[in-house]
């Protein structure tokens, strides 16, 4: 059932993802008054689709205007993109029997320069648009919300320990900036450039340096910083095993069946071997220390809330401040994501291999429905698809956008054989970066 729920989720946003920015393209095609042969949510390869206006017998009987239109609107069998086929164009579709007849008024190619650099922008700033509104509505409706790094000691794993930091270090710096987000350290770090890292510790200020070659590490090593909890005796609720041990709120419990816990993590460990069982508590009680006997309970609980040692920082938007909020949001998650890809275009880190496919996705939409979470990634993935159609690769709208941009600038049209040809490159690098994704997903499912 899991798994049938987050295949529904990654289905239904990508077909937002594809039908908002096909749309884009669709709508500056028809303001310039340019033909649009079809427009496909999925890829009818072969010529077989699930729907199609002009073919469906329902729709040509009883929406003939719909179905007699120039625009064949359909659906594709095989569900990895989709398309819009603006007449006199050359896109991934390689069909050139049009570009053999003199250019006609209605075609891509007779539009002058700007309108077809529209033509081929609007995809991606129906993406941006619709990451806008998106965080426009998240920061309206819920807010937002994170653990604030201040204050906030981390826990380590063999990773982070290995790099030099330790249990209970605060990060008060990376490459000179102060870190907000206690959630984003890790992704922070990925970012940096001179992978300088000052840490509190204790009463002291050092300096960590991460050497860049393990980026890769850092990329595929999830849970570098946890938060650093001290086990601190909040309350214990009536009824439970302990609540007659003689532990107090503001008890700090530093030892557990003789072996040290400075963090609640470390206690989870002792607590985890010793279900079921009896054991002595080391309590730190002010300036004194108090041995106490507690009971495990089969779960490994001891039945005690803890003390919240971290701090969440919410913030409220009404409908106005909302929209700005959204902007900035939108704006930083660009830039966030632009670091990423250039780290992916940069071998030595090996960041590449962190590259994923539909899999990926999968793993990123949570269990259950929520709203929050779906409207969340929908934003994200709008982003990642609208930057990702900018690069400069033929056969992707960056690729349009550059040959474009080359004529308005020279003053010089490619031919349209090199067109042809810049499209079979372009789409032999998608394969290869497709083959990339789906290798890289299917060796973590492995691994």
């Known amino acids: 059932m899991t798994v049938l729920i987050k295949i529904l989720q990654v289905i239904l946003a990508l077909s937002v993802l594809i039908i908002v920015h096909e749309f884009g393209h669709f709508f500056f095609a028809k303001i310039f008054h340019t033909r649009v042969d079809k427009f496909y949510l999925f890829m009818d390869w072969g010529g077989f689709r699930l729907f199609s206006t002009k073919h469906n017998r329902l729709i040509r009987k009883y929406f003939p205007k719909i179905a007699n239109a120039e625009t064949d609107f359909g659906i594709g069998w095989l569900p990895i993109g989709g398309y819009c086929k603006?007449?006199?164009?050359?896109?991934?579709?390689?069909?050139?029997?049009?570009?053999?007849?003199?250019?006609?008024?209605?075609?891509?190619?007779?539009?002058?320069?700007?309108?077809?650099?529209?033509?081929?922008?609007?995809?991606?700033?129906?993406?941006?648009?619709?990451?806008?509104?998106?965080?426009?509505?998240?920061?309206?409706?819920?807010?937002?919300?994170?653990?604030?790094?201040?204050?906030?000691?981390?826990?380590?794993?063999?990773?982070?320990?290995?790099?030099?930091?330790?249990?209970?270090?605060?990060?008060?710096?990376?490459?000179?900036?102060?870190?907000?987000?206690?959630?984003?350290?890790?992704?922070?770090?990925?970012?940096?450039?001179?992978?300088?890292?000052?840490?509190?510790?204790?009463?002291?200020?050092?300096?960590?340096?991460?050497?860049?070659?393990?980026?890769?590490?850092?990329?595929?090593?999830?849970?570098?910083?946890?938060?650093?909890?001290?086990?601190?005796?909040?309350?214990?609720?009536?009824?439970?095993?302990?609540?007659?041990?003689?532990?107090?709120?503001?008890?700090?419990?530093?030892?557990?069946?003789?072996?040290?816990?400075?963090?609640?993590?470390?206690?989870?460990?002792?607590?985890?071997?010793?279900?079921?069982?009896?054991?002595?508590?080391?309590?730190?009680?002010?300036?004194?220390?108090?041995?106490?006997?507690?009971?495990?309970?089969?779960?490994?609980?001891?039945?005690?809330?803890?003390?919240?040692?971290?701090?969440?920082?919410?913030r409220h938007y009404s409908a106005l401040e909302a929209i700005p909020a959204g902007f900035k949001l939108t704006f930083t998650t660009i830039g966030g994501y632009l670091k990423d890809l250039k780290m992916v275009a940069t071998p030595s880190t090996g960041a590449y291999k962190s590259v994923g496919s539909f899999i990926s996705i999968g793993q990123v939409f949570p269990a259950a429905w929520s709203w929050y979470a779906f409207i969340n990634i929908l934003a994200l993935l709008s982003i990642m698809l609208g930057v990702m159609n900018l690069l400069p690769i033929p056969a992707l709208d960056g690729g349009h956008i550059i040959f474009v941009l080359y004529e308005m600038i020279t003053g010089r049209k490619p031919s349209d054989k090199f067109l042809i040809g810049a499209q079979l490159v372009g789409l032999f690098l998608l394969l290869a970066l497709m083959f990339l994704a789906f290798g890289n997903d299917i060796s973590r499912l492995i691994r």
């Open 86 to 314: 603006i007449n006199g164009m050359v896109d991934e579709s390689l069909d050139t029997e049009g570009l053999k007849n003199a250019p006609q008024p209605w075609e891509f190619r007779s539009k002058k320069p700007w309108q077809r650099l529209l033509i081929m922008f609007g995809g991606v700033l129906n993406n941006f648009i619709l990451a806008i509104v998106l965080y426009i509505c998240i920061l309206g409706i819920w807010g937002d919300a994170y653990v604030s790094n201040e204050g906030a000691g981390i826990y380590v794993n063999e990773l982070s320990y290995d790099m030099g930091f330790r249990n209970g270090d605060r990060i008060i710096g990376i490459d000179g900036e102060t870190p907000e987000n206690f959630g984003m350290l890790q992704a922070d770090l990925a970012r940096s450039n001179n992978g300088k890292v000052t840490v509190l510790r204790g009463s002291d200020t050092l300096d960590i340096y991460i050497d860049q070659n393990r980026l890769n590490e850092i990329l595929n090593t999830p849970g570098m910083f946890d938060i650093a909890i001290p086990f601190v005796v909040d309350s214990l609720p009536a009824g439970t095993l302990n609540a007659n041990s003689g532990l107090r709120r503001d008890d700090r419990i530093v030892a557990l069946a003789g072996v040290e816990t400075e963090w609640l993590q470390d206690a989870k460990k002792i607590l985890a071997e010793h279900k079921g069982e009896n054991v002595e508590a080391l309590v730190q009680r002010g300036s004194d220390t108090v041995a106490l006997a507690v009971q495990i309970d089969t779960a490994g609980l001891l039945g005690v809330m803890v003390q919240q040692s971290y701090k969440v920082e919410t």
